[in-house]
């Protein structure tokens, strides 16, 4: 079944950190991205991009904190969250990307995995 699946998170204190995995079955997609989805929140803010020919574009919200990283002779994209902050709690997805920029695109049947809570406390 092609399909994302998302795992790592859980509850930290501010300044800490945490790694997230999304692993991918099927194709191994040129351009993935990562999203979160704050609660209250109904859009999902783009975090980080990783193109296979260009270099990693992040979110100012997370840049210089997040680090996006892709193995792909493991089917795996990383997420590396560090200086962890209250208002980076949220849920988190991983997805396919358009090379073009962050618009989402299918991978298998749907867009996106189950996502994996993220929760910082103060």
């Known amino acids: 079944q092609v399909q994302l699946v998302e795992s790592g998170g859980g509850s930290v204190e501010a300044g800490g950190s945490l790694t997230l995995t999304c692993a991918f079955s099927g194709y191994n997609p040129d351009c993935m991205a990562w999203f979160r989805q704050a609660p209250g929140q109904e859009r999902r803010e783009g975090l980080a991009?990783?193109?296979?020919?260009?270099?990693?574009t992040y979110a100012d919200s997370v840049k210089g904190r997040f680090t996006i990283s892709k193995d792909n002779a493991k089917n795996t994209l990383y997420l590396q969250m560090d200086s962890l902050r209250p208002e980076d709690t949220a849920m988190y997805y991983c997805?396919?990307?358009?090379?073009?920029?962050?618009?989402?695109?299918?991978?298998?049947?749907?867009?996106w995995g189950q996502g994996t809570q993220v929760t910082v406390s103060s």
């Open positions: 991009f990783i193109d296979s020919a260009s270099p990693t």
């Open positions: 997805a396919r990307a358009m090379c073009s920029g962050w618009q989402v695109v299918p991978y298998g049947d749907g867009y």
